[in-house]
């Protein structure tokens, strides 16, 4: 739940993949875009209660009340001093399309899915440090959950086959339903 350290690990276990990841986020629609405004989905850049509003059924709306449902804040990430702004920026992207990822894979917040969604992250990113985080918390937790091999290795599977999402804008996507964008983005049913 600290994000310092959490952002500390993805810089040590993904170092020497960064460079090719920024190669491919800026090579993606809107990546340099992207880059260059370095735009936030937080409180202070979105309007949380007017996304509350919105039809359940649509990312705004089905974002805003997954966050205000399990007690979230959109505010959690904060790069340690000294980061890079270019890293702080995609670090602060990734968390910030982690929860929409959440609303738009199906992934609750229990142990067994957010490694399912790291699963799915590694999928998308081909950045091990998901990878890795996914494969210790399925070793650690496999007793207590007995699933969890499977659902992360539908995770991974789910987000390999998934159309890239690193780059989307997704403050302009608001309104948009959730099966609309599921559809565009390839991301496929969860294994039963």
């Not at 996507?173 to 049913?189: G, N």
Request: no cysteine.
């Amino acid at each position: 739940e600290d994000t310092r350290q959490v952002f500390t690990l993805f810089l040590v276990t993904n170092a020497r993949h960064i460079p090719g990841f920024l190669t491919r986020f800026v090579s993606e629609p809107d990546g340099i875009a992207l880059l260059h405004e370095r735009p936030a989905i937080d409180s202070r850049t979105v309007d949380f209660e007017a996304l509350g509003r919105l039809p359940a059924d649509t990312l705004g709306g089905a974002f805003a009340r997954y966050l205000s449902e399990r007690g979230l804040s959109p505010d959690v990430f904060r790069a340690p001093p000294g980061v890079p702004p270019t890293l702080a920026f995609l670090g602060q992207r990734m968390r910030q399309s982690h929860d929409i990822w959440h609303v738009l894979t199906g992934y609750d917040t229990s142990v067994d899915e957010e490694l399912a969604l790291l699963a799915f992250s590694h999928g998308q990113s081909g950045m091990p440090g998901p990878a890795l985080l996914a494969a210790v918390g399925t070793v650690r937790f496999f007793p207590r959950h007995p699933k969890v091999f499977a659902k992360v290795l539908d995770g991974y599977r789910r987000g390999q086959a998934a159309r890239s999402m690193l780059t989307v804008r997704w403050e302009d996507l608001w309104q948009t339903p959730l099966a609309e964008l599921r559809e565009r983005f390839a991301i496929r049913p969860r294994a039963a």
